[in-house]
């Protein structure tokens, strides 16, 4: 990954990186490899006659639409032909070259604002669905005990009841969330998918709105601060008892402030069989959900050069997002490049270098953002992008640095021969005896193209070490993928759909010291057949 010391670095650069897009008619003129440096060099001498074209492979006089003036130049560029009214140097660009450049610039501001806003979009998707599929209000919590109502969700663990609420504080004023004592893990998380705080412990914690007072509570509250006007809440509930699970979620309650002493019970409603979608919207939905969910929130400082990168592309702070026609179509073709960008972002990018888990192996650490989002010179774009593309939340504990507490992902998109995961082919894990998981070891399996829990006729998407699963005699478990079973072993099977692509999470629950000193190394998928 590059580094970065300020904002104006970061913009400057990505815009002179991303060399996609450009202007509808001039996209079939385009040539990836010309350098649009070298022309401008050497215009001032070769320019000696009206209208000539300058660049890799292009002498002569242009002719047709965007045809140089007498005495001017034309140059290949990467986004294709840029003509100007004298050398490069001492020219002006043409009305037909200024209309492309700045289609190109708003491209490229919309494809590179895309990656930067992916975990304030993920978050803000989910939230509509939250309000509107289920109905829920600031503060119900919406309980999502299994396969099926965790379809939606961005690689939930099919194993792991969660139960998780919006609220917007501020329309409700400070919110008290009382936490039980009871087997229980989570935190709360701004808009941009920082932790908050997290609430593991029991107790009553304050949450209010940004820019507004602390309110006077009693010492034991603990009180904090929002960056964001809506927060996540978000809890695992651990135990493997399903009473158990049930008495502690009935404990958790979500109530204003104000209303302390006399607010109803909080309201839980069970996702159920509902279909939802909690991934990012594809098309010009992206930048509707953005637009939503910029003029709703406080801007960061750190942002403001992006807030001034989609003004002219009809997304403003304190104004309704209605895009003309021109708008319309760089917004559209921007959310697929950016979805493009985000995916080779994502999977199996050796920019990343927090991702690696062991030299060589096809697994990598999933997290690649440390918690805050910021490394010590430059915050985390790539990381926090290709994390929350497929993820939601990021708080400490998902990054264990301590044996036997918190949790580690690892994540796998190709085979130990270097192809990617496919739904058509048959695979095995060998998984080693004495995993280092002190609670329970878990593997996933999503789907690509929405990140979310595979969505197979079984109904099946994860096998874990709390499950009744076949074992070898030194203890060792293998793990079969495919989209049919391997015969004798269906306990230890997880489909798969031909057709589609797929990755999987393993995750270690309280991993032990044997994960920290690499003392035990989980091997690479492999192909199998059966």
């Known amino acids: 990954m590059m580094r970065y010391s300020n904002w104006t670095v970061v913009i400057l650069a990505l815009l002179l990186t991303a060399g996609c897009g450009g202007g509808k008619e001039q996209r079939a003129e385009q040539q990836a490899a010309a350098d649009p440096q070298a022309p401008a060099t050497d215009t001032g001498q070769a320019a000696g006659s009206g209208g000539e074209s300058v660049g890799a492979g292009s002498q002569g006089a242009m002719t047709g639409e965007g045809e140089a003036p007498e005495g001017g130049v034309t140059i290949e560029t990467r986004i294709g032909k840029l003509s100007f009214t004298h050398d490069f140097a001492n020219g002006y660009p043409t009305d037909e070259t200024k209309e492309k450049l700045f289609d190109e610039m708003d491209f490229q501001r919309a494809t590179q604002a895309y990656i930067w806003a992916i975990p304030i979009v993920s978050f803000a998707q989910w939230q509509h669905e939250h309000e509107n599929v289920f109905k829920a209000k600031s503060g119900d919590i919406v309980h999502y005990p299994d396969y099926v109502s965790k379809l939606g969700l961005l690689t939930a663990n099919t194993t792991t009841p969660y139960a998780l609420s919006f609220i917007r504080l501020n329309e409700t004023g400070p919110i008290v969330v009382e936490m039980p004592e009871a087997k229980v893990r989570g935190a709360m998380h701004s808009m941009w998918q920082i932790a908050i705080a997290p609430m593991t412990e029991p107790g009553k914690y304050v949450f209010h709105a940004p820019g507004t007072d602390a309110p006077d509570v009693p010492a034991s509250y603990k009180v904090f601060e929002s960056p964001t006007n809506s927060v996540f809440f978000g809890i695992r509930l651990m135990s493997k008892d399903e009473e158990e699970r049930r008495d502690a979620l009935s404990k958790i309650e979500i109530y204003p402030l104000a209303n302390e002493g006399s607010a109803p019970d909080t309201k839980v409603i069970e996702a159920g069989d509902k279909r939802w979608a909690g991934w990012q919207p594809r098309g010009i939905t992206y930048f509707e959900r953005l637009a939503d969910i910029l003029n709703r929130e406080p801007v960061d400082e750190r942002d403001r050069f992006f807030h001034a990168m989609l003004k002219p592309l009809?997304?403003?702070?304190?104004?309704?997002?209605?895009?003309?026609?021109?708008?319309?179509?760089?917004?559209?073709?921007?959310?697929?490049?950016?979805?493009?960008?985000?995916?080779?972002?994502?999977?199996e990018n050796p920019r990343l270098e927090q991702s690696i888990y062991k030299k060589g192996s096809h697994w990598e650490i999933a997290t690649v953002s440390p918690p805050d989002q910021r490394w010590e010179h430059y915050d985390s774009l790539d990381g926090r992008a290709a994390w929350f593309y497929e993820a939601v939340t990021n708080d400490p504990a998902m990054q264990s640095k301590t044996p036997g507490k918190d949790q580690i992902y690892l994540a796998a998109y190709k085979d130990s021969d270097n192809d990617w995961l496919d739904g058509a082919n048959q695979?095995?894990?060998?998984?080693?005896?004495?995993?280092p998981a002190a609670e329970f070891w878990?593997?996933?399996?999503?789907?690509?193209?929405?990140?979310?829990?595979i969505d197979n006729k079984q109904r099946l998407a994860d096998k874990s070490s709390r499950m009744d699963l076949i074992k070898n005699d030194d203890g060792s478990i293998d793990i079969y993928f495919g989209p049919t079973p391997p015969p004798g072993k269906e306990k230890n099977w997880i489909p798969t759909v031909p057709g589609r692509?797929?990755?999987?999470?393993?995750?270690?629950?309280?991993p032990t010291e044997a994960y920290f000193d690499k003392s035990w190394l989980l091997p690479d998928i492999e192909k199998a057949s059966w």
């Open 501 to 510: 692509a797929w990755f999987t999470y393993f995750r270690f629950y309280s």
């Open 427 to 435: 695979y095995k894990l060998h998984i080693p005896p004495n995993a």
């Open 314 to 347: 009809g997304i403003e702070k304190g104004k309704p997002f209605k895009p003309d026609a021109r708008q319309k179509e760089i917004l559209t073709e921007a959310a697929l490049v950016g979805e493009a960008m985000a995916k080779a972002n994502d999977f």
């Open 442 to 453: 878990s593997t996933t399996v999503y789907d690509v193209s929405t990140r979310a829990p």
